[in-house]
């Protein structure tokens, strides 16, 4: 962190910086405020994963956390449930809500076409229902109800979880432990490893028939939105700012983390409705991102913000 600070120096030294802008609250949040109080210079500060979670509670640095929230000149926060906890941590009242958008150009539906290869690639069946999850599997993912749930699905039809990403070291640990249990399950579980370009990601995306986000915390996940924009008929839990995504039923399906290790008859019950029901929800998910998770959106907001944490608008 102080490198950190000599680089901002020096490059503030050359080129006068104009607003520092940290994203999540530690430690970019903290050197950023850290920073424009030496140089009388504004911050923004933004709170976007699970960030204020880990600080309020120990081993986090609750008083760094509330010194950043306090002095920054500006707070947005990625949902309205992380603004009301950084509003409670800090008692302001100007916090500004800027959701995650996706590119909804690129995450949208492929050809059906297109999909039979990626299958066979992959190993799925033709007649295998596909459950599907992005991102690193570890254990705010819910990685435990994810797998718990391929076993109950198994019980009913032909399914496999395709997991979009790569596995932490307990989530490994974790898989080694399924598998001894259930060892025919553990087989239905296809782990893509990094998917270096957003276009690999929509082509495994759209094979799913049911995207899973059993979150137990949360900010606003990307990847539940870029499921959505897919037109992917999606079940998430009720964590951080995915009741502000999911309408359920309109948009999606909503559990509440009590009851996530029902996740498995949700699915079941899921796939149960007609597929002409499952197919106006997911387009009804797209809709919805376009409307309020566009990049038009975002890049509005921005400019907005940073217009009112200029050194011109600000009294410094």
Known sequence: MPHTLNLLDWLNHDHPIDVVWGHYLFPAG???VWFG????????????????DRAVFPPGDFARLQWTLAHATQLTAVSQDMAKKVQMVCERNDVITLPNTVDADLFCVAK??????????????????????????REKKGQRFLLQALTQVL????????????LRTAAQSLLQTF???HPEAAERVIITGHLPTPEEVVQHLNLCDVYLQPSLWEGMPNALLEAMACERCCIASDAGGIPEVITHGETGFLLMRSQLHQLGHAIIECLALPHEQRQKIGQQARQH????????TEA?????????????????
Do not use: W, Y
């Open 30 to 32: 903290f050197l950023a």
């Open 37 to 52: 109080q030496l140089n009388h210079c504004p911050t923004i500060v933004s709170a976007r994963g699970n960030d204020v």
């Open 112 to 137: 059906p076409d297109s999909n039979k290869v990626l299958r066979q690639q992959l190993g799925i069946a033709d007649h295998e229902t596909v459950l599907g999850f992005s991102g690193e599997l």
């Open 155 to 166: 019980e009913t039809r032909p399914a496999c979880l395709l997991v979009m990403g790569e």
């Open 179 to 181: 598998a001894l249990d």
């Open 289 to 296: 991102v376009q409307a309020k998770h566009g990049l038009n």
């Open 300 to 316: 509005m907001m921005l400019k907005t913000i940073l217009t009112a944490g200029s050194r011109q608008t600000l009294d410094i």
